[in-house]
């Protein structure tokens, strides 16, 4: 079945980058990977190393200040990568959507919940008002918000994270898209609504039977929800592949040491388990890089790793990483030599 | 949104309260009105019959309250120089600065606003460049000499307008002008700014990843929370311009509250001088009121707080 359906998304060589009076920030490098119809694909990695760019890039939100560059940006099986701004906005809150980390600056302060929400069925469907303010009604219910048609008269002011994020959440669903972009939509909630945002989030994937792309730096929360998964590392992607087998047996040093450096007590599955420390400073994102990003962290870092482009290996046939180590370095053996 | 009505309400009260005290007080610390009325020739009975004839020898407690009283009621009583009521010396002024206050403040609204979000949505175009020429000319030339060099270039060179009096809508042209640019470049500087940082805002984001259109993004979502501050500035530069309008109606001899109050100060018309500024109070007090009303209409929250 999914082998006829075009893949949902296929990213080929996006950059992102900005130009800085000493040199250029390379916030996203050649960065290449695909998401499948109805798949849950995690994004992990430390803070900036260039997640949020990523999604703006596929949203093309991206501020004036940032370029993007891009080989094909493939949605459907369609080119979107030169597509003209009306086209872009045609796509954009119809079949994709984006949920954000803040949910306390995202709604505007001076519109109602029920205009905010009516609004993009309104921009993208040929529908009266009567009929966006019930799809409104029946989405806020979907989210498990009390008392929509009070809701819906009120300003996101009166109502608390947890509840604007579900209203965020409600606004992304309300043209039933083909893709949400979810970038860390629960870090600024408390952990117990954190949970139940989550379990919403993919209880709704599978009702509506959509792609999501959840962008978190929280293993646990990968672990939970994801069916693959991209680690991100100084704007590159370091290994990807599915949840299990990543957790099972990472390949990539830098994936390991983010696994070693979850709470021990914390097996992936519960939440709340905040990536840790690796020793060490991400490299400057400013200008070329020349070898292994992770070279001057990593325990097992030898001459050739600073050197030339460091190819992707397979671990196993869904399974990549970009580093000169054969596959099989277990865990055990990473603590050893990090001692 | 009574309860914020009727809070504004009342502290608007308090305020004309205190500025009632001190416009009563500062009139009889500047000088013994006594003596003003009597003139400068006047013997020392003459002075004595005058101060009990306008209830001067009284408690001033007392004078306060019958003051106010008689102001409430419209009668700020006659001026000491002209044989006429205050009362009908300040309405047939009033309407005069009143025109040329609200019309200097549309025309800079009127600047202001569209160079301010443009420049904003483009900045260093060009636009950008002439609103900022515009608003540093405006912070830096002095009131009074831009209003002379109109004068001399549109009134005496070109012809173009007459450049006295209060006889015909074009004798307003040039004070407006005049008035209004005076108000233009905080007006435009703030515009921009508001408009700025609302175009970076989350909210906007959103707005985007909905797929919205320029024209909705723009005039919907960034305008309505641009102007919440913009408004509040409104008002105090409509104050600040009842105040400037003393200067342009002197040199445009438009004959208005502004040109009153210098005559009447001048002559130490103190009725007159009383009148003036618990008039212009009146209006300080009523134009921040209408400031927070209207936001409170653009702003849910200082109306569901
Ligand atoms: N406006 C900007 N100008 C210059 N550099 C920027 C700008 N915005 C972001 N960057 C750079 O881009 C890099 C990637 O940022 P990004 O926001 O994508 O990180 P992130 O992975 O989302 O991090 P976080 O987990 O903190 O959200 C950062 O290292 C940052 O320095
Ligand atoms: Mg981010």
């Known amino acids: 079945m999914t082998l006829q359906r075009p893949r949902t998304l296929e990213v080929e060589n996006l950059n992102v980058r900005f130009s800085r009076s000493n040199g250029v920030l390379h916030a996203v490098r050649d960065l290449s990977f695909h998401v499948e119809p109805n798949e849950i694909l995690g994004v992990v990695g430390e803070s900036g190393c260039g997640k949020s760019m990523t999604a703006l890039a596929i949203m093309d939100l991206l501020s004036g200040r940032a370029e993007r560059r891009v080989d094909s940006l493939k949605f459907r099986g369609e080119d979107i990568a030169r597509v003209s701004g009306n086209e872009m906005n045609a796509l954009r809150g119809d079949r994709m959507a984006m949920i954000f980390q803040e949910p306390m600056t995202s709604l505007n302060p001076v519109y109602t919940i029920g205009d905010q929400l009516e609004e993009v069925y309104l921009r993208h469907r040929d529908a009266t008002r009567t009929d966006a303010r019930t799809r409104a009604l029946s989405l806020l219910d979907m989210v498990g918000i009390p008392a929509p048609r009070q809701r819906m008269r009120q300003y996101p002011h009166q109502l608390s994270g947890g509840l604007r994020q579900r209203v965020m959440i409600a606004m992304a669903l309300m043209c039933e898209p083909d893709l949400i972009i979810a970038d860390e939509p629960t870090t600024a909630l408390d952990v117990t609504i954190q949970a139940q945002v989550l379990a919403l989030l993919k209880q709704l994937q599978r009702e509506f039977a959509m792609a999501v792309i959840l962008i978190t730096h929280d293993l646990g929360v990968v672990a939970r929800m994801a069916d693959r998964v991209l680690v991100m590392y100084a704007g590159e992607i370091v290994e990807s592949g599915p949840t299990q087998q990543i957790f099972a047996g990472p390949c990539h040093p830098y994936t390991q040491g983010l696994l070693r450096c979850m709470p021990a007590a914390s097996t992936p599955g519960q939440s709340g388990a905040r990536l840790g420390t690796i020793p060490g400073i991400v490299p400057s994102l400013i200008g070329e890089m020349t070898g292994c990003a992770f070279a001057n962290r990593c325990p097992h870092a030898f001459d050739d790793c600073r050197h030339g482009t460091i190819a992707n290996m397979a671990a196993e046939a869904d399974h990549a990483y970009r580093c000169l180590l054969p596959a099989g370095q277990s865990l055990s053996n990473f603590y050893e030599t990090s001692k | ?305």
């Open chain 2, 1 to 305: 949104m009574i309860l914020f009505v009727l809070k504004r309400l009342f502290s608007a009260f308090l305020t004309l309260l205190v500025v009632s005290v001190l416009i009563f007080l500062l009139a009889h610390l500047a000088g013994d009105p006594a003596i003003a009325i009597a003139g400068k020739e006047s013997t020392a009975e003459d002075i004595a019959r005058i101060r009990v004839h306008y209830g001067f020898d009284r408690p001033l407690i007392e004078q306060y309250f019958a003051w106010c009283g008689r102001a409430l009621s419209g009668d700020f009583g006659r001026s000491y120089h002209y044989q006429q009521t205050v009362s009908d010396m300040v309405m047939t002024r009033l309407p005069i600065t009143l025109t040329l206050g609200v019309s200097a403040l549309c025309f800079a609204l009127a600047i202001s606003l569209p160079l301010g979000i443009f420049a904003a949505i483009r900045p260093n175009s060009l636009i950008d460049r002439i609103s900022l020429v515009i608003a540093v000319v405006g912070q830096a030339m002095p009131t009074f000499w831009f209003a002379l060099v109109m004068i001399v270039f549109f009134g005496l060179t070109l012809r173009w307008l007459p450049i006295s009096g209060n006889a015909s809508w074009q004798n307003f042209i040039m004070p407006t002008i005049a008035l209004g640019y005076f108000a233009t470049p905080a007006l435009m500087r703030l515009t921009r700014a508001g408009m700025i940082d609302a175009l970076e805002s989350d909210y906007i984001r959103t707005a985007r990843a909905k797929g919205l259109g320029h024209a909705s993004i723009l005039f919907k979502h960034a305008l309505r929370n641009v102007m919440i501050p913009v408004v509040s500035v409104s008002a105090v530069q409509f104050g600040a311009m009842l105040g400037g309008s003393i200067v342009i109606e002197q040199i445009f001899a438009l004959q208005g509250i502004g040109w009153l109050s210098y005559d009447a100060t001048v002559r130490s018309d103190l009725p007159v001088v009383q009148a003036i500024t618990l008039i212009i109070a009146v209006f300080y007090v009523l134009l921040t009121l209408a400031a927070d009303l209207i936001n409170a209409l653009l702003d849910p929250r200082i109306r569901i707080g």
